[in-house]
């Protein structure tokens, strides 16, 4: 039965590739209806910050299934990113995006690779919560839910155990970030316990990109928060040889959507000389998603052939193995003409091999936990009296009072005051520590804010300090 799948051409080489996409599709007999929408660049320019139409999403909706060429994100501000806009609003919470080499053909360093970067996909510094404070201070907030965190470690567990694979690694930065990215940790040990058969690894971001860069094939599936997994991505697909040969699902409950994981690549839109590799890739994926695994296998080995037989792009051509170096277009027509062909040298592929898992239902909350008040972050825009940190203390010291008491002043994180050291460079933005020894009430942090605000004081933003279960739920300091 013919599916209907929505499709948008995109920006830059987006139209070139795709063109190149759906021929080949539409020749090896892919049962599908396609259905045009517009996002991108040209939506953009229409005054939609979005960058979708608004009737797009009834479409989306209904079809639940979308390849997507790349997009441009404009650049400065007034504009939404339309791919982060697209995960999210659709829910889709995990990105797979497998990098294997297709040695020798497929020039790498790296010939025994074959990972899978499974990314979450909705959350972390991609919420887009993003606030000038002060003159000099702009932050960016960086959220980690335990819900997503589970959802995504579960679908790479899954994704692992019905792959056959060996191993599932975590990479976080939770040394230094030990709230959010110690949760992200914490949930993958939990849930890897549930995975007695799969072997689990933890290591810190840096040297575990470093690692993939420099060691692709020690690896199995990676699980990461979301910028990490941007950008471990692109070392994975250029170590892999070219990261226009990596094609990317966005899995969610509600829908699917399918794209490369390149960008519209700008510097060579128009001339005919993209790989798509990246979103015929993806479009195996999505034909596999839809059942049509049959045909997702017939492309795959055509285009395994087409490689073989030293038919390149550009950025894959080597003079060892390439015997033409051809355009878009004529990279697609050597695809065409090798469906029904299997690949001599390169793994095979098979109708259901790479089906993706279904998507695991949400675990229940956890039952609340006792969470008191014992404290109160108030960060101030303060550019005074040589911004001396002592001064500053002087000011604030006569508006606590017995039960909230001001125990730090920290600058861009590092402790000034007490015991400050006068070679600490200070901005203009100060976090002031009130701690209580036993609970307090928000009436209590209310009196204190009227307090600093009628001192003349400009507090931009406060957070809570609380102990869930008696443990503290804020980090301690500077630098722990
Ligand atoms: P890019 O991925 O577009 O290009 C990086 C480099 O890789 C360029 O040299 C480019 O020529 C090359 N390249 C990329 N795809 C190729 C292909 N299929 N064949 C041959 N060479 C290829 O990254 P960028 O230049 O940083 O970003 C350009 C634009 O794309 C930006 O506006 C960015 O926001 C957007 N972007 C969109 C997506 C998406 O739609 N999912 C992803 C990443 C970037």
């Known amino acids: 039965m013919s599916s209907v799948v929505t499709f948008t051409n995109g920006d830059g080489i987006g139209p070139e590739i795709m063109g190149a996409t759906r021929r080949v599709l539409d020749a090896a007999g892919a049962s599908i209806t396609w259905q045009e929408v517009k996002m991108g660049e040209a939506v953009y320019r229409s005054g939609i910050s979005s960058g979708i139409d608004p009737s797009s999403w009834d479409i989306l909706r209904k079809t639940r299934v979308l390849l997507k060429a790349p997009i441009t994100t404009p650049q400065g501000g007034g504009v939404k990113s339309l791919n982060v806009t697209l995960r999210k609003s659709l829910g889709l919470f995990a990105n797979v995006r497998p990098c294997m080499a297709l040695a020798p053909y497929v020039p790498t360093k790296h010939p025994g690779m074959n990972l899978v970067i499974i990314r979450e996909n909705e959350e972390d510094l991609y919420a887009g919560i993003e606030h000038q404070q002060t003159d000099e201070v702009v932050q960016c907030l960086k959220l980690i839910t335990r819900p997503g965190s589970e959802r995504v470690i579960r679908y790479a567990f899954e994704y692992a155990r019905s792959k056959g694979r060996r191993r599932v690694t975590c990479l976080t930065k939770d040394n230094i970030m030990k709230l959010t990215d110690g949760l992200f940790h914490r949930v993958f040990d939990e849930v890897g316990a549930e995975y007695p058969q799969i072997e689990k690894e933890h290591l810190i971001v840096d040297i575990g990109t470093a ?43 509600h829908g699917a959507m399918f794209e490369a994981i390149h960008g519209s690549a700008p510097d060579i839109a128009g001339k005919g000389i993209a790989n798509p590799s990246g979103l015929l890739n993806a479009a195996t994926m999505l034909l596999r998603h839809i059942g049509q695994g049959d045909v997702a296998a017939r492309i795959q080995n055509a285009w395994l052939c087409t490689l073989e037989d030293g038919i390149h792009t550009n950025d894959i051509a080597t003079p060892q193995h390439t015997l033409e170096r051809v355009g878009t277009e004529a990279f697609a027509d050597a695809i065409i003409a090798r469906l029904g062909k299997v690949p001599q040298r390169l793994m095979r592929a ?56 001001m125990i730090m002043i920290t600058n861009r994180g590092v402790k000034v005051w007490p015991d400050g050291l006068p070679e600490t460079f200070c901005t203009d933005h100060w976090r002031v520590r009130f701690q209580a020894q036993e609970p307090i009430t928000t009436a209590q942090i209310l009196g204190l804010l ?17 102990l869930f279960d008696g443990k503290p739920g804020f980090s301690l300091g500077q630098g722990q």
């Open 211 to 253: 690692r993939v860069a420099v060691a692709p094939e020690r690896f199995d599936v990676l699980v990461l928060p979301n910028l990490y997994g941007d950008i471990l991505s692109d070392v994975a697909a250029e170590a892999a040889g070219s990261v226009g040969m990596v094609g990317s699902a966005n899995i969610g409950e």
């Open 350 to 405: 098979h109708q259901g091999e790479a089906n993706l898992p279904p998507v695991p239902p949400r675990t229940a909350p956890r039952p609340r936990a006792r969470k008191e008040l014992i404290g109160v972050d108030v960060f101030l825009h303060w550019d005074e009296q040589g911004r001396s940190p002592q001064e500053l203390a002087a000011r604030l010291r006569p508006l606590t009072d017995a039960n909230l008491v």
């Open 450 to 466: 009227q307090r600093i605000a009628e001192a003349g004081l400009d507090f931009v933003k406060t957070e809570h300090l609380y």
